[in-house]
């Protein structure tokens, strides 16, 4: 059976493997194709080689705010190489470095003891996940999820807010690079209002299959992007140890839905 994961991360982000690794990965849990969505950056496909494992389609994954709350908007099927899309990506990469500094300060404000912070790797799009690992090894935290919860998550006293960028121009951008956009994981917004709001901007689909969701929950959101006449992707956000309870493919969409959203000449073989 085809089975497509629309939504991992590689280590040009926050995820484990790199994209060779991810693509060896989802052959062997059976997966026919993948996308890689790392947040803010395209780095993965610049140094694929030739005769994939399995099928790989083109992903990013937004950061963007919505009235200050963030929002993930995933971009498919986009120009590659793309300029709007790769200096967005340096303006951000670099936005977040600078965030993580002032985390990072924070915490060394609060008295911990933590090792230098390194953000030199080129390419590497960082995020509070990195801190995360950080106060794991210094034994702040137990695992990666323990450190969200004591010291990285919103409303936590080092937290500090992501740079600044609406979910229009994070549509706005993804149509501009000729890609689709999408509404990741909408579930996870527990904002009803801000969720209609959300879904009346020019989207093109919504992520209505999601790790391990219940599955009412999935139609729910299948019946909505029925309603609207959007495209509907699945994926499960794999990220490797760092979000054990996400498997790779533990949500997918099947082949149909997935030519829906690629285009033949834009997927890697
Ligand atoms: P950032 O982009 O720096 O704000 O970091 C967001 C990323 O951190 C998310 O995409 C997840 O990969 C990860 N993350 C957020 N919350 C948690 C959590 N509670 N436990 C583990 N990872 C998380
Ligand atoms: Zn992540
Ligand atoms: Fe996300
Ligand atoms: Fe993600």
Known sequence: MFRADLHCHSNFSDGEYSPKELLERAKEAGLSAIVITDHDSIAAYSELGENLPVLLGRGIELSCDHREIPVHILGYDFEFPSKVLSDHCARH????????????????????????????????????????????????????????????????????????????????????????????????????????????????????????????????????????GLLISGGSDFHGMSKPMSPFGSSWVDEERFWKIFSKDRVYV
Do not use: T
């Open 93 to 228: 990469q670099e936005m977040r470095k600078e965030r993580l500094e002032e985390i990072y300060n924070n915490l060394i404000k609060m008295k911990m003891h933590l090792p230098p912070l390194d953000l030199e790797e080129e390419k590497k799009s960082f995020g509070r996940p990195h801190l995360a690992e950080l106060l794991v090894e210094k034994g702040y935290a137990k695992d990666v999820q323990h450190a969200f919860k004591l010291f990285l998550r919103e409303g936590c006293p080092a937290y500090v807010k992501g740079p600044s960028f609406s979910v229009e121009a994070g549509i706005d951008l993804i149509h501009r690079a000729g890609g689709k956009a999408f509404l990741a994981h909408p579930h996870l917004q527990k904002r009803k209002n801000l969720l209609r709001e959300l879904i009346a901007l020019p989207i093109d689909g919504i992520e209505c299959y999601y790790a391990k969701i219940p599955s009412h929950q999935e139609q729910h959101w299948v019946r909505i992007a029925e309603d609207k």
